[in-house]
Structure formats: structure tokens, C-alpha cells
């Protein structure tokens, strides 16, 4: 493989600043030195690219990101911990969440049965509900907007229904 001087000159300027970024992330020399390795691969790869002169620090910084993401996805694997999506924050807002969903019409339970449970696409909450994507956007927003306003009204916050749906 030869060597391209343009992509050795701009990996000696962003390899520290993708090293700060790591180590912002992940607080460990180790692991952020882990996360510049991948995204320095990731990087020379796709160096050739890039169109726009000076989108190479935003492009490198997102590549850090996404290196420093898979290794701490990597680690809660290996040590066990679940995704924190999946845990609700309280019994309570989970209790709350049940009382709420089942003070819904037959049609809305279904609906956020399937937005929020089986996570299904807009596009396909429309196909099966026989209605065009349009449509499905709205009564999924419209659906949000009412659980919202029942879980503040229940004391929590407007995150917390994303956080236990």
C-alpha cells in the first residue's frame, strides 16, 4: 500500500486532539488509546472520501465517538451490566407507565404497544394499522404527547417516559 502524505500529515494534527476526546469519554489512558486505534483505522480508510477541505477534525471527532461507544458497549458485555435503556428508573414511573397505557382506548394500547415495546418504524406501524405514513406519524405524536402530559401530571419528567418505554 503507498502511503498517502496528505493523510500522514493530517493524522499527526488530529491524533491528539482524537486522543482528548477519548480520554473525555472513557477517563482511562488504555481505552482511549484503544478508541484512537480503531478510529485511526476507520479514519484512513475512508480518507479519500472526503470532499469538503477542513471537515476532517468533525469527521475524526465522530469516529472517536463511535470507537469510545463500542468499547464501552464491549465492556458492560463483559462485565454483565445491562444496557441502561432497558432498566426503568423507578418501580414507581414503571407503575405509573402500566396505569397509564391501560387508561388508553383499545386502539392507542396497541399503538404504543408497537412503538414502544417492539420498537416498530413509522412505516411499518402504518402498514399494519392500514394507513398512510402520514397519518401513522401523527397519531404516534399525538399518542407521545398524551403520555407525556400523564406522566408529568403524575410527577415525573417529560425524559422519563423515553427512559422506561
Same mark, same amino acid.
Given at each position: 500500500?503507498?502511503?498517502?502524505?496528505?493523510?500522514?500529515?493530517?493524522?499527526?494534527?488530529?491524533?491528539?486532539?482524537?486522543?482528548?476526546?477519548?480520554?473525555?469519554?472513557?477517563?482511562?489512558?488504555?481505552?482511549?488509546?484503544?478508541?484512537?486505534?480503531?478510529?485511526?483505522?476507520?479514519?484512513?480508510?475512508?480518507?479519500?472520501?472526503?470532499?469538503?477541505?477542513?471537515?476532517?477534525?468533525?469527521?475524526?471527532?465522530?469516529?472517536?465517538?463511535?470507537?469510545?461507544?463500542?468499547?464501552?458497549?464491549?465492556?458492560?458485555?463483559?462485565?454483565?451490566?445491562?444496557?441502561? %435503556?432497558?432498566?426503568?428508573?423507578?418501580? =414507581?414511573?414503571?407503575? +405509573? *407507565?402500566?396505569? $397509564?397505557?391501560? &387508561? /388508553?382506548?383499545?386502539?392507542?394500547? %396497541?399503538?404504543?404497544?408497537?412503538?414502544? =415495546?417492539?420498537?416498530? +418504524? *413509522?412505516?411499518? $406501524?402504518?402498514? &399494519? /394499522?392500514?394507513?398512510?405514513?402520514?397519518?401513522?406519524?401523527?397519531?404516534?405524536?399525538?399518542?407521545?404527547?398524551? *403520555?407525556?402530559?400523564?406522566?408529568?401530571?403524575?410527577?415525573?419528567?417529560?425524559?422519563?417516559?423515553?427512559?422506561?418505554?
Amino acid at each position: 500500500m503507498q502511503e498517502n502524505p496528505e493523510l500522514v500529515e493530517k493524522l499527526k494534527f488530529l491524533r491528539p486532539r482524537m486522543y482528548l476526546w477519548a480520554w473525555r469519554i472513557l477517563k482511562d489512558d488504555y481505552l482511549a488509546e484503544d478508541a484512537v486505534q480503531e478510529a485511526l483505522l476507520e479514519f484512513s480508510d475512508y480518507f479519500d472520501k472526503i470532499r469538503q477541505s477542513g471537515a476532517e477534525p468533525s469527521i475524526a471527532r465522530r469516529m472517536v465517538i463511535k470507537a469510545a461507544d463500542r468499547i464501552i458497549r464491549k465492556d458492560r458485555e463483559v462485565a454483565g451490566i445491562p444496557d441502561i %435503556e432497558q432498566k426503568p428508573g423507578s418501580p =414507581e414511573l414503571g407503575w +405509573t *407507565l402500566r396505569e $397509564i397505557v391501560q &387508561s /388508553l382506548s383499545e386502539e392507542e394500547q %396497541e399503538l404504543f404497544r408497537m412503538r414502544f =415495546e417492539q420498537k416498530q +418504524t *413509522l412505516e411499518s $406501524i402504518s402498514e &399494519s /394499522l392500514g394507513i398512510s405514513w402520514m397519518q401513522g406519524r401523527y397519531k404516534v405524536r399525538q399518542l407521545q404527547a398524551r *403520555l407525556r402530559t400523564s406522566m408529568e401530571r403524575a410527577g415525573f419528567g417529560p425524559a422519563d417516559l423515553e427512559m422506561c418505554a
